[in-house]
């Protein structure tokens, strides 16, 4: 009867959204101040609605109710505990309906955010959000409801897909939504602003907060992507440019470009129609990203339906609203007024080349995962487009894009001085030299660009800091008088420097992959594999039983530089609750910000065993420098000019008569 319960949940939050988009354009339309904040409370009882029926979602995996056609499908009375809680969202009804909530979750953070955003302006907003909201409710609720039911119900379940029985894994979707939604309402507020035709300084300021939250969600959600694909399938690698992670990297690039884009027009009040055009085209690629990954047009362990009328249902949200929102952003904006000027040389400039490199990073990468999708669709040929591709159109546009990043951090408002700027940079640079030569001197005859990806790194760094230094210490004198300045800059100005920070620090560790080394060895007990300074001596291989799976575990003594480090062990687990599908558990020993990494292969008929040993030098520099980009982000998001109430515009009329009281 709870599941029964949640599913008439749902379909009240298809009534209320329905209201939440409709009435309060019609209240501003009529200047009606009771109608227009109708989508307040309505956004605030969707979420309340939806949390329900997501939470009677996952008291039916905890407890394993396999009369619900969904939990029977994808879990066990044997699994652990923590992935049968996980394991609502680790499929696709469950994962849709995480997807709704957290769109259901930022409608209602909307709603309660009156200080911050002007009352036409959030109106709009909701009535937007809200009829993104009712797609995919009905999606849901037409193709794909979680609370089916079966009858008679089975004794025991199909188990959940074996990959995703992982931490990692559990943690990066609800991070990867909340980032993919969050830009839902970048969107919403593009179109609410081109329905009322006011976009100004106070809607970037509104906007970018919400975009920040989007972005360093998104960029969390990639980087546990990355690490789970890296430690759980045991091919050593952190990138692969599947398909699916290039449809997370899209909007990744887009959202960048789009906060430099809302920086330039809520100082200058310029740059308004790309912003609005960057703000329809990220979420755009977020609902791309759901298309690929729920159409049945890949094959890949990050996807989870393959019936063709749930790609349909899903092509069709994408018509109505990319197809929709551009239409409006045709007809609309070029009636938008435009803002101030600057020079090219200035940091507006900087910011537009910005903007231009990360576009054109994005269109290589859409290109280069749409384009053998297409070729097959039209002429059945199968192409297969991989690193060598993306490497040879995406790299060269972000290189030059990383070099200028600096300058632009740098560079004054309006009009900069180059020359000047270059001045001041000239100790971050010789830093950034000097490490690229030191780095090439001492791995004399190794590969020669990725001293100078380090060295690019090291200028990343170095260049955020010193350019946060001087703006500190200037012509203050005095330690009062610094502590003063460093007290006075706002925390976006903290929250650049961390984020720009935090993509030299992963440039570094990229730069360092170039030094990893593979060795591929048939091991027995006893047997030595070393490279370099690096070895392991395997111990014993023997089975151990798990909650829901059998494993072998070659146990190995690590020694570095001759001294003993420790042991690493490394399975191979089958899962007997899911048609003995096997998985890899690779072995990983952390050394510093560097990583050693045993995985095991194939058992041999004499009782060896396949062994692949990594070294992986500065490897988790990729991971920490994502990290430190989120926390720039979540420190910008703290600025104080983000949480007090937007600044009025000029004669703005309200949203309509304010009642006067009876006489």
């Not at 027009?265 to 990954?293: C, H, N, P, Q, Y």
């Not at 690193?387 to 309006?414: C, D, E, H, I, R």
């Not at 004669?651 to 009876?662: H, I, V």
């Amino acid at each position: 009867m709870l599941a029964e319960t949640a599913h008439f949940a749902l379909a009240i939050a298809l009534g209320l959204s329905l209201v939440q988009m409709v009435i309060p354009v019609w209240g501003v339309r009529r200047n009606d101040v009771a109608l227009a904040r109708v989508g307040e409370p309505a956004a605030i009882a969707v979420f309340i609605l939806l949390a329900f029926a997501f939470g009677v979602l996952m008291h039916a995996y905890a407890v394993s109710d396999f009369s619900i056609r969904n939990v029977a499908e994808n879990s066990h009375s044997a699994k652990p505990f923590i992935y049968k809680l996980t394991g609502t969202w680790g499929n696709h009804e469950g994962s849709m309906l995480l997807w709704v909530l957290i769109l259901a979750l930022f409608g209602a953070l909307v709603a309660f955010s009156r200080k911050s955003l002007p009352d036409r302006l959030r109106a709009g907003t909701l009535a937007a959000q809200a009829s993104v909201t009712v797609a995919f409710l009905l999606f849901i609720l037409f193709t794909s409801n979680p609370f089916d039911r079966l009858n008679p119900a089975p004794p025991e379940g199909n188990d959940l897909n074996p990959i995703l029985q992982d931490l990692g894994l559990a943690i990066h979707p609800p991070l990867l939504y909340i980032g993919y939604v969050g830009f839902s309402i970048t969107y919403a507020f593009a179109v609410a602003a081109l329905i009322d035709g006011r976009i100004d300084a106070v809607w970037a300021r509104a906007v970018r907060p919400w975009t920040l939250c989007a972005w360093l969600f998104l960029t969390l959600g990639i980087s546990m992507g990355s690490y789970w694909a890296y430690y759980e399938l045991g091919w050593g690698g952190w990138w692969f440019w599947d398909p699916v992670e290039n449809a997370s990297l899209m909007p990744w690039l887009a959202g960048t470009a789009l906060i430099h884009s809302t920086i330039v027009m809520e100082k200058r009040d310029a740059l308004k129609v790309w912003t609005i055009l960057l703000a329809i085209l990220t979420f755009s690629l977020s609902l791309l990203g759901t298309f690929l990954v729920r159409s049945g047009v890949l094959t890949s362990v990050h996807t989870f339906a393959t019936d063709p009328s749930r790609g349909l249902f899903i092509l069709v949200i994408l018509m109505v609203f990319i197809g929709g929102s551009l239409a409006l952003f045709a007809w609309r904006a070029p009636l938008l007024r435009q803002g101030g000027l600057f020079a090219p040389v200035s940091r507006e400039g900087a910011l537009v080349v910005n903007n231009l490199f990360l576009a054109a990073a994005c269109g290589a990468v859409f290109i280069g995962t749409l384009y053998p999708l297409a070729l097959e669709g039209l002429t059945g040929a199968k192409i297969s487009v991989g690193p060598p591709f993306f490497n040879a159109t995406f790299l060269p546009l972000l290189v030059p894009l990383l070099l200028l990043l600096p300058f632009g951090q740098s560079m004054a408002w309006k009009r900069g001085d180059l020359l000047g700027t270059a001045q001041r940079l000239a100790a971050a640079v010789g830093v950034g030299l000097v490490a690229a030569v030191t780095i090439l001197a001492l791995t004399r005859g190794g590969p020669v660009a990725a001293p100078l990806g380090i060295g690019l790194g090291v200028f990343l760094v170095a260049s955020a800091f010193w350019d946060l230094g001087e703006r500190i210490v200037g012509r203050a004198s005095g330690l009062g008088a610094i502590w003063s300045r460093a007290a006075g800059l706002p925390r976006s100005a903290y929250g650049t420097a961390l984020a720009h920070a935090g993509v030299g620090v992963t440039v570094i560790g990229i730069a360092a992959t170039a030094w990893a080394t593979e060795d591929i060895a048939i091991m027995k007990p006893g047997d030595r594999l070393e490279r370099g300074g690096s070895a392991i001596v395997m111990q014993q291989v023997f089975p151990r039983t798990g909650p829901n799976y059998r494993e072998l575990v070659g146990r190995f003594t690590v020694e570095i530089d001759g001294r003993p480090r420790g042991t690493i062990d490394s399975m191979k687990r089958t899962f007997i609750t899911r048609n003995n599908m096997q998985t890899t558990e690779a072995g990983i020993r952390t050394f510093g910000f560097s990583q050693l990494y045993v995985s095991l292969g194939e058992i041999q008929p004499d009782g060896s065993v396949g062994v692949r040993m990594y070294t992986k030098p500065l490897m988790l520099l990729i991971w920490l420098g994502s990290v430190i980009m989120a926390l720039g982000g979540a420190l910008s998001i703290t600025d104080r000019r983000f949480r007090v109430a937007a600044p009025a515009r000029a004669r703005q009329p309200a949203p309509g008569p304010t009642p006067q009281p009876a006489e």
